[in-house]
């Protein structure tokens, strides 16, 4: 069965404290992982998609990266206003185009 | 602005009665879908359509129905049957892919429906 797990749950850190967010996928036949920003009682925001193992994505203080069972949402130096939900999902070849998402980790980032 | 739309935000539902949550997008994408959210979980999949009259069910379909008889309109319509229909539910829509691009899924900001 095609799972996506994201770690922590939660995570708080002082701003200006980097760290990153895991999502662990066992899938037969990755097409794609994407990573969504999203806000309490807003729908997630598209962030990055990853095709394959190596391959890295960065917007602002973000920086995705994926291997051949996981990838990583590295926040560097991060801002209060980078609190939020993020979430990971995979289109697997077997889906149609549908998606399965992981249930997300939410950051919190305090001054 | 391109977007989709979801509405009401709020919606309220009393026992035995039906409800249709509407899904309209302006981004001319062919794929429309609709997500459960419940608190601690992830999105699942209640149905899809790849394109006009077409539609499939996806993981937690029972319980609700789908019509799609315009591109951009997708409405969610959860019955009685449905007996555990408070939630956050979301709808999406997807460009068709070109070359080896895999395009990604847009949301709305979602209806929170409740159980009066």
């Known amino acids: 069965e095609d799972q996506v797990t994201q770690s922590p749950e939660a995570l708080r850190l002082q701003e200006g404290e980097s760290s990153s967010l895991n999502c662990s996928y066992t899938?037969?036949?990755?097409?794609?992982l994407f990573w969504y920003r999203q806000d309490p009682g807003k729908g997630p925001e598209f962030l990055f998609t990853?095709?394959?193992a190596g391959e890295e994505k960065e917007k602002e203080r973000l920086k995705a990266t994926l291997t051949k069972k996981e990838s990583f949402l590295h926040i560097t130096a991060p801002k209060p206003e980078d609190s939020a939900t993020y979430l990971c999902?995979?289109?697997?070849?077997?889906?149609?185009?549908?998606?399965?998402f992981g249930k997300g980790t939410t950051l919190s980032v305090s001054s | 602005d391109g977007g989709i739309t979801q509405s009401p935000k709020y919606l309220f539902r009393k026992e035995g009665q039906n409800v249709t949550l509407s899904c309209e997008q302006n981004?001319?994408?062919?794929?429309m879908y609709w997500y459960r959210q419940d608190p601690g979980q992830g999105l699942r999949l209640i149905y899809y359509?790849?394109?006009?009259?077409?539609?499939q069910k996806g993981d937690i379909a029972e319980g609700y129905s789908v019509s799609r008889e315009k591109k951009e309109s997708f409405p969610l319509t959860v019955t009685s049957a449905q007996k555990n229909p408070t939630a956050f539910y979301l709808c999406?829509?997807?460009?068709?892919?070109?070359?080896?691009?895999?395009?990604?899924?847009?949301f709305g900001d979602g209806t929170r429906l409740s159980i009066l």
């Open positions: 359509s790849q394109i006009v009259n077409d539609f």
């Open positions: 990853l095709y394959s």
């Open positions: 999902a995979v289109h697997v070849n077997q889906a149609g185009t549908a998606l399965i």
């Open positions: 899938v037969s036949g990755l097409r794609g």
């Open positions: 999406a829509s997807r460009n068709r892919d070109r070359g080896n691009s895999n395009q990604p899924q847009h």
């Open positions: 981004l001319n994408h062919d794929a």
